[in-house]
């Protein structure tokens, strides 16, 4: 028993950080870890590093292939910022934003596409039926909570692409083979480090930050537009004490919603990732059980037992509901945040 | 006793789980009080199912705020400190 083992008899022992070796650096992906002899029948030992790829290769998402670089002692390992992939005039370019520039171009496409199609005077044919009654739905809802139709007017654009955008971004990580994609990294020293290419755009902070201070901005700048400034009287006011400290906590509060906002979605999105993660390495663990041998990456067996129960797949389904309704709940949000700016205040 | 036990890393982790851990439960009180009310007023009054829809996801957010400040705080405890 080598000391990047650990027992799964009595739960996992041990830290993930500290049980692995570091890697040989030739040969292709699967052919670099180490065979390991002990499997199911010798104590229940399964090697880190199979639970590593094969989660690796089933979501490339969340845990980073670093392999044989700075991070090779490491199992389990969450990346929290997102990998810079290239430079783009100057500037990094991360997995992340290249996700959600994909996910702009499909929605502006998507836009081009049917707008292309739309007909005013001949029959509606059903792509137009579909994207007028899902529009006009939203339209007539946010009427009806606004309750003023200038406001409505101006606010829709923004709230339907709010919607739309987290929406295709949140799910764009589903599509098969998103995670798989891998670009090579030369580091200092002959080095070399494996990234993933693609990335969910919200589980990275300043995707969601981004997307918070466009709502908050558009939020303050509807208050000044309908209450002009006298909106500023909602949060200095000095007419009383008392009114004094309501107004510093409405500012406060004003404040607390760009943390409240990106962390949300950011949480979310986030936490699924690695919910997914930890349902391929239970894949693994258990598909080691069954199988009976350690080295699952290789073993045909193991892809048969994981077609047949693949503990991923309700976990996945059940991110996509939480990402329509994380999508649904910032656009909501910022809806009812734009509805209390532009509503006098009742003093 | 081992040494490593004592070791600031685990303090670290021991803290961040207890501040996600403990800062869930008054949103999830919250969020749960607030549904649980939300539910029982529109079987009373169906007509006002939208209305009362709408404000109990503002209520949630209110109250789910307090939960993300526990997620930041625990966030940075493990990624940042």
């Known amino acids: 028993m080598t000391s990047n083992q650990i027992s799964l008899g009595h739960g996992f022992t041990g830290r993930f950080t500290s049980m692995s070796q570091p890697l040989p650096q030739d040969g292709d992906h699967f052919e670099r870890f180490p065979q390991v002899e002990s499997g199911f029948s010798n104590g229940g030992i399964v090697d880190v590093e199979h639970l590593q790829i094969a989660a690796n290769t089933a979501h490339g998402q969340v845990v980073s292939g670093e392999h044989g670089a700075d991070h090779a002692d490491s199992g389990l390992h969450v990346v929290f910022i997102p990998d810079n992939i290239g430079s783009f005039l100057g500037y990094d370019f991360s997995n992340t934003l290249l996700t959600s520039v994909i996910a702009s171009v499909f929605l502006v496409a998507m836009a081009y596409f049917v707008g292309k199609r739309i007909t005013s005077d001949g029959v509606p044919g059903k792509l137009q039926i579909f994207f007028e009654g899902l529009v006009g739905y939203i339209h007539d809802e946010m009427a009806k909570i606004l309750g003023n139709d200038r406001v409505t007017t101006i606010a829709f654009p923004l709230i339907i692409t709010l919607f739309l955008y987290i929406l295709v971004a949140n799910w764009i990580e589903f599509i098969p083979g998103v995670g798989s994609f891998e670009v090579k990294q030369e580091l200092s020293g002959g080095k070399e480090k494996i990234l993933h290419l693609l990335r969910g755009p919200n589980a990275d902070l300043n995707m969601t930050l981004a997307l918070a201070i466009i709502s908050f901005v558009f939020i303050e700048f509807m208050g000044f537009r309908t209450q002009g400034l006298a909106y500023l009287k909602n949060f200095f006011n000095f007419s009383s004490p008392i009114n004094f400290f309501v107004g510093l906590i409405e500012l406060i509060s004003e404040l607390a919603r760009l943390i409240s906002l990106s962390f949300r979605l950011f949480g979310n999105i986030f936490a699924g990732e690695i919910i997914v993660l930890l349902a391929i390495t239970l894949q693994a663990i258990v598909t080691t059980w069954f199988v009976g041998l350690v080295n699952i990456a290789q073993n045909p067996l193991a892809d048969f037992f994981g077609a047949l129960f693949p503990f991923p797949v309700p976990v996945m389904l059940f991110e996509m509901g939480v990402g329509v309704l994380q999508a649904a709940v910032f656009a909501m949000l910022t809806l009812f945040f734009v509805k209390q700016a532009t509503t006098a205040h009742q003093h | ?81």
Do not use: Y
């Open chain 2, 1 to 81: 006793m081992d040494p490593q036990i004592l070791a600031p890393e685990t303090f670290k982790l021991l803290g961040a789980g207890l501040a996600i851990g403990l800062g869930a439960i008054g949103p999830a009180i919250g969020i749960g009080l607030a549904a649980a009310k939300a539910f029982e007023a529109m079987g009373r009054n169906p007509e006002a199912s939208d209305n009362i829809r709408t404000n109990m996801i503002l209520a949630f957010a209110l109250a789910e705020a307090l939960g993300i400040f526990a997620f930041v705080v625990s966030i940075l405890l493990i990624f940042v400190v």
